[in-house]
């Protein structure tokens, strides 16, 4: 039987309750809700699963280490001395992604540097090679979160936030972020059984979002690569296995309409419904609200 392990999943404040229902929905067990966010425990499976499936979810994230440092010398010794070498090689690239809330380190890049220095030195002085940074796409993305004196550093299983859906195929001003789309329609009470209109959709990622509910698509199935694919532990046979799990489509059998007056940000939304293969699901109108 495979071993419950401790992860994290990041949300937008007040979804904290909604993304705690979906994670059950799921097969996350032990869930507990804190600012923007939830843990859970579950195995290797279930954190494929959320983030194939999680509609509400920005980030999982797996701690592998906790401690207390109130002084930049303790948060280096602490990060130095822990065992690297079962998530990270000298072929491997990493980034680190730091959240500082204390009154003992205000300066989040400095946080990161102290972090990346001890990682970096830990494996030249045992290998006399280290990894390199590599701020965008790294191969493993390091969390660390300072919440006071308290140190947790988590592995970003997500390698990014899954609010990037990966259909956004054009720009349009302020576009609205795919999680709180989402969010926005659960809170709604909307389930896909009435019509759904949004008379100025703009780029039309709340009917997006709806549609893919209502079809039972699930939202990271569009996204191109998971941290967790770089684990030395990644599982793909698993992975594929999770995938066709998740893919229980269904026909959408009510309207779902989205209007705009603006022809510019309707062709944006035309050219990602056209994307998703969705157009014989959303309407695409023209005119006020």
């Known amino acids: 039987m495979e071993r419950a392990e401790k992860f ?55 701690p592998v280490l906790n401690f207390q440092a109130t002084e930049s010398q303790s948060l280096y010794r602490h990060i130095k001395r822990f065992d690297w070498s079962r998530y990270l090689d ?35 002085e045992l290998t006399s090679l280290r990894p390199s940074v590599r701020r965008e796409d790294p191969d493993l993305l390091i969390n660390v979160h300072i919440s006071g004196k308290w140190v947790t550093v988590s592995l970003d299983s997500s390698g990014g936030s899954l609010h990037r859906r990966g259909y956004r195929s054009g720009h349009f001003e302020a576009p609205l972020n795919e999680v709180l789309a989402a969010g926005m329609v659960k809170i709604s009470g909307w389930d896909g059984s009435t019509p759904f209109l949004d008379p100025m959709c703009g780029s039309g990622t709340l009917a997006i979002e709806a549609a893919l509910m209502a079809g039972g698509i699930p939202p990271g199935i569009f996204k191109k690569q998971y941290g967790f694919e770089n684990w030395k532990d990644f599982d793909r046979e698993l992975m594929e296995h999770v995938v066709h799990g998740l893919s229980a489509e269904k026909e959408v059998k009510v309207p779902i309409v989205a209007r705009d007056k603006d022809p510019a940000a309707l062709q944006v939304a035309r050219q990602q419904v056209k994307q998703l293969d969705l157009e014989h699901v959303i309407s695409l109108e023209q005119g006020d609200f």
């Open 8 to 62: 994290h999943a990041k949300t937008l404040k007040g979804l904290e309750p909604l993304l705690a229902e979906e994670l059950l929905s799921l097969g996350a067990e032990r869930t507990e809700v804190v600012n923007r966010g939830v843990t859970f425990y579950g195995g290797r499976a279930l954190l494929y699963r959320i983030n194939l499936g999680s509609r509400l979810a920005l980030r999982v994230l797996h």
């Open 90 to 124: 000298n072929r491997m690239t990493f980034a680190i992604d730091p959240v500082v809330h204390s009154p003992y380190f205000s300066n989040s890049q400095f946080v990161a540097q102290k972090v990346k220095d001890a990682i970096a030195d830990r494996f030249r």
